[in-house]
């Protein structure tokens, strides 16, 4: 009865939903990611590598310059050269994606803990640095339940429905991205009536650097002001997962990863609560939860969910 008691008490919480919000953030933006890049053909599973550059360049620039802004713009802009290197062995050498995504993020994570102690003079984790200061909304902020969900937030948490709602417009609503649709679904068709499949697929993975950096630089100054090693933890994966649930949708993959950001909410608000213990034995349990569920969704659902037909095939333009 305990145990149901704590539940009720966690979803009558808005520090849940708050929490489930900001868990959610950085997936819908690597999740975005992902959207873009397969559905133009090609598998990115470099979303891990480029949050975690994205997350410690981000840092980086914001500690050499005090400004939080321009660590998020080099953020974007090392995410965008990585996923080129990506774009580059994928589409203009067809190489097999998945080892060069794969290769990509043990890149990420060796650079990043190389260059920790040149830069910030310690291995592990940074000083806090800056931090992107939430926004709080006049009147809102006042509202019981609600005001204490949406009254203050990051801007990131703002600019990630906002790029949700762009993406959508973009890729259902435009010609280009009826032509990345074709891309992925038929790059032979296309090409024959002058799409240029080779930059539309350096389009999708492009962006998807962008997107996935970030969600990097969100887990970093937009949320707790510092980089630790390795603090991407597995989200490039779960926004992997989400974009897989999410259909290659951009409102299905936003959607997703709202379910994997209240798996997290919930399993924090659990271990918090007085209601119950949890003992150093089972905290880890908890802690795998968002992992748990990840793997139930990609066995459950990967098989109903298509992906674009050329999806991780490279296209060999013939003469």
Known sequence: MRVLEAIFLVFANPLFYKITLTASTPLIFASLGGVYSEITGVVNIALEGIMLLGAFTSVVFTYLTGNVWIGILMAVITGIAFAWLHAWGSIKWAGNQVVLGTALILIAQGVTGFLMEPIFGKPGQTDFVGKVEEIKIPGLVDIPFVGKIFGELSPFIYIA?????????????????????????????????????????????????????????????????????????????????????????????????????????????????????????????????????TIIVVAGFVGKSRPPKADGIPYEKVS
Do not use: C
Request: proline share 3%.
């Open 161 to 293: 429905f906002i790029s949700v709602a762009f993406s959508w417009w973009l890729i259902y609503k435009t010609k280009l991205g009826l032509r990345m649709r074709a891309v992925g679904e038929n790059p032979e068709a296309a090409d024959t009536l002058g799409v240029n499949v080779f930059g539309i697929r350096y389009f999708g993975v492009l962006m998807s650097g962008v997107w996935a950096s970030l969600a990097g630089a969100y887990l970093s100054i937009g949320e707790v002001g510092h980089f630790r090693e390795l603090m991407s933890g597995g989200r490039g994966f779960i926004a992997l997962a989400a974009m897989i649930l999410g259909k290659y949708n951009p409102v299905g993959a936003m959607l997703a990863s709202l379910l994997f950001g209240a798996s997290s909410a919930f399993a924090n608000q659990m271990q918090s609560s007085s209601l119950i213990h949890v003992s150093a034995t089972v905290k880890p349990l908890f802690d795998m939860i968002p992992f748990i569920l």
